[in-house]
């Protein structure tokens, strides 16, 4: 961002100054302009990274400088933050239809003008560097709409027809697709119809370049997902602005939907949590295994270097792996020494019964799975699978060492907790039959800097 050039278009000196002043303590270089003519001016003489502008202007107003900006061709690319001190709902609402790719308030634009700046060129970054595979058989489109998309800061990839589209798809691995439709082999709607198909793709937007002769068709694909029509002959401005836009919008998609995933998982984390509580409260004897069954669990995934996702789906799993004993009867449950056979076979569906619980919460599988497999054993004789080794999913072994270890040093009410070195001894004794090696060594590690610690 710091190479960044910025032009700044207010009528008001003191603010193109303090704009100015922010800009360059944070390293972006800048002109200024104080009106929409002197803007345009400026447009036509330089390359410029992001416009910044004011509303109320003499000459030519905030919002007709930005609308003139998003409809020439030549400038409809460069990010518009509209910076004014009308903010209500309706100027808000203003600077947006005319194109503005952000609106500060000026009374905040101390705290919140940089931040934005950032935002929005990140989003633009974003949509340059993108591969867009052009699937054309006529050698002629083909290098024009190569050369348009490249001096765009696109990378293109070319296939003759979608035949060829289909072989190097995977390789390219493209952002954008466009295609023609009249192509030999398979052509352009048999293309679209296929990737619609694949998991892999069926997100992926697709425009489609068409003459107006192909209305009929054009509606047909429109309902089957295709993102947006150019039709022949075109301009090649005129397809960059629409990649752009198709990229911006994927951008701001792809926004939405990661704090749609950041909610839901909240709301879920919430729901387990409240489970887990009334489980526990049950049973005052078990209440906090969850919680340190966790901890522990975590500080394994640490050391096996698991990254924030992977360490986001092993918490989940660890604090809900006993859920299932909501569906354990009190007298097996609460009983106050060792289970007979009938009792132990009922306390083991507790592993089970986790999955019919929250079965219907979505995106959950992996780490129900998991939870479920936590009383496996690596050599095969655990429950309720008798599943072996590596076939155990790595965060149900984890489980299973934080969940004996915790075990064995709480206190039950037929016996006291026992002392870590004990358990320290029987968890080393169980390495290969009961404990995967690898998840052993690393609770292992993990003690000894607990150990450390505690002697400093
Ligand atoms: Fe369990």
Redesign the pocket.
């Known amino acids: 961002m710091n190479k960044a050039n910025v032009l700044i278009v207010d009528d008001s000196r003191s603010v193109r100054f303090a704009v100015k002043a922010l800009l360059s303590s944070s390293g972006i270089h800048t002109v200024t302009a104080s009106d929409g003519l002197q803007g345009q001016e400026a447009l036509r003489r330089e390359q410029f990274d992001l416009v910044i502008t004011d509303v109320d202007m003499p000459n030519l107003s905030g919002l007709e400088f930005c609308q003139w900006i998003k409809s020439n061709p030549e400038t409809a690319h460069i990010p518009v933050i509209v910076l004014s001190s009308l903010d209500t709902d309706v100027d808000i609402e203003n600077g947006f239809r005319v194109g503005a790719d952000a609106y500060v308030p000026k009374r905040l634009a101390n705290k919140e003008l940089i931040p934005r700046i950032e935002s929005v060129m990140n989003k633009c970054t974003f949509v340059k560097d993108k591969t867009i595979l052009v699937v054309e058989d006529s050698k002629t489109i083909q290098m024009v709409v190569k050369q348009g998309l490249k001096d765009a800061g696109f990378k293109v990839a070319l296939a003759d027809d979608g035949q060829h589209a289909l072989e190097i798809i995977d390789d390219v691995a493209p952002d954008i697709l466009l295609t023609d439709l009249n192509m030999p082999r398979v052509d352009g709607h048999e293309l679209c119809r296929r990737l619609f198909n694949m998991d892999k793709y069926k997100l992926m937007p697709i425009v489609v370049m068409s003459s107006l002769g192909d209305k009929p068709m054009m509606r047909g694909l429109i309902r089957d997902g295709v993102a947006a029509f150019i039709v022949k002959p075109f301009n090649v401005d005129m397809l960059v602005v629409t990649m752009e836009k198709l990229l911006s919008d994927h951008f701001q998609h792809m926004l939405e939907e990661r704090e749609r995933l950041v909610l839901e998982q909240k709301l879920t984390v919430g729901t387990i949590t409240s489970l887990v509580n009334a489980l526990e409260a049950r049973d005052k004897y078990t209440s906090g295994h969850s919680e340190s069954v966790t901890r522990l669990s975590i500080a394994i995934g640490r050391e096996l270097g698991f990254s924030d996702t992977e360490m986001n789906r092993l918490q989940i799993a660890a604090s809900l792996?006993?859920l299932?004993?909501i569906g354990v009867r009190d007298n097996v449950l609460l009983k106050p020494g060792k289970l007979t056979e009938d009792e132990f076979e009922h306390m083991q569906t507790?592993?089970v019964v986790v999955q019919d619980i929250l079965k219907s919460m979505h995106g959950m599988e992996d780490v129900l799975v998991a939870a479920s497999s936590?009383?496996e054993r690596w050599d095969g004789t655990g429950y309720p699978n008798g599943l072996k080794g590596e076939d155990i999913p790595l965060v149900g072994r984890i489980i299973a060492v934080a969940?004996v270890f915790d075990a064995l040093t709480s206190d039950r009410p037929y016996r006291d907790g026992m002392p870590v070195e004990k358990a320290l001894q029987i968890i080393s004794e169980g390495v290969g039959s009961h404990f995967c090696p690898t998840v052993a060594a690393a609770f292992f590690r993990y003690m000894k800097t607990l150990k450390k610690g505690n002697l400093t």
């Open positions: 792996h006993d299932g004993k507790h592993t936590h009383h969940d």
